[in-house]
């Protein structure tokens, strides 16, 4: 492909990257999960525009991880990744379906993985995409398979809920140290953008701390806690938010907690994709966000 440019992406490219992203990962769910809607529809806005803010903010607070590929003057692939402190995340990788398979992925990966050559840690949130995979294992990243939980909560089992409360802006240093325990580096800036998006719970007692995000139906977005303990307390919070069938996702083994409380509030068990780690083990009590990780 002579005509293949590989540059830094800017906030003006986010839009295309966007719809470029809703193409790709539409193709990707009809081909791995065979599903043939007789009208299949793009991402739509309610899921555009937050997609849109978040790599806009990423592109603000560390352009040098985002690249773009344009092809006849077309924006054809896109990776976008950030280092926060000493960890470098990827939050989404994409081509063009059609121009898949022919080596455009690596070089957009290899010019994402130099921007994070300074870092000890790395994490990738992976579809289960084949192509994705032996990208992430060539680059050296472990794969952890990520399970989900799926299903309606049994109230009946419900705990009380305890020592759980609403979260705010005033609790970004709690979150932050938290996360460099459980993660190895904070969200900083991400913790900002988080608030805006979800209402935050948060549990701190003189046992342990911990925090999650769920979004307005109550499905985790991102749950973090020093202790076990902790952790289940915020999910059956999470849980009890619920209303009709609801998923939890991005669940490694070693958060065998997370599996137990499923368990208990009879959620069915499901797999999908891996989590690609670098320099870290997989973080726990932790469910990452698929993007902010
Ligand atoms: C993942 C993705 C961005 C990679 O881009 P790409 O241009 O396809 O990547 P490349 O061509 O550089 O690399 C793909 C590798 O998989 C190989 N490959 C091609 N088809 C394959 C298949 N069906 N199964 C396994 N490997 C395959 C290629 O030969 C290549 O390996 P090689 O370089 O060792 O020969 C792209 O495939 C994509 O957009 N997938 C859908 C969205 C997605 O899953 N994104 C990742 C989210 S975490």
């Known amino acids: 492909m002579t005509d293949l440019v590989i540059r830094p992406m800017t906030t003006d490219d986010v839009p295309a990257a966007e719809r470029l992203s809703a193409v790709g990962f ?31 903010h990423i592109v603000e607070t560390d352009p040098g991880g985002c690249w773009v590929a344009e092809y ?5 692939g896109n990776a976008v990744s950030f280092n926060r402190e000493k960890l470098w995340c990827l939050a989404t990788y994409v081509v063009r379906p059609g121009l898949q398979g022919q080596g455009l992925g ?8 130099e921007h994070g050559r300074g870092a000890l ?19 050296g990243f472990s794969l952890e398979p990520q399970m989900f939980l799926k ?5 009946s089992v419900l705990p009380v809920i305890e020592k759980v409360r609403d979260g705010s802006v005033g609790d970004i240093d709690l ?10 580096a904070a969200h900083g800036p991400d913790h900002g953008l988080m608030l805006g998006f979800w209402p935050l719970l948060v549990s701190d007692t003189s046992t342990g701390s ?3 995000y769920l979004d307005d139906k109550g499905a985790v977005q991102l749950l973090a806690a020093t202790n076990r ?11 009890a938010a619920t209303d009709g069938e609801t998923f939890v996702s991005h669940l490694t083994s070693a958060n065998e907690w997370a599996v137990d409380v499923g368990m208990a509030a009879r959620l069915e068990l499901h797999q999908e994709g891996y989590l690609g780690l670098r320099g870290m083990k997989p973080p726990a009590p932790y469910l990452h966000n698929g993007a902010l990780l």
């Open 72 to 76: 006849d003057g077309e924006l054809v």
């Open 175 to 184: 979150m932050d140290s938290i996360d460099r325990q459980t993660r190895g």
């Open 106 to 113: 690596k070089q957009l990966l290899d010019a994402a993985l």
């Open 210 to 212: 911990g925090y999650a």
């Open 229 to 239: 303990r902790t952790a289940a307390r915020l999910l059956w919070a999470a849980l």
């Open 151 to 155: 299903g309606t909560v049994d109230r």
């Open 121 to 139: 840690r790395g994490m990738i949130s992976a579809s289960g995409d084949p192509k994705a995979v032996r990208r992430y294992r060539l680059a």
């Open 26 to 56: 539409l193709e990707l769910d009809q081909r791995m999960f065979r599903r043939d809607w007789p009208d299949p529809e793009l991402r739509p806005a309610a899921r555009s525009g937050p997609w849109i803010t978040r790599t806009r």
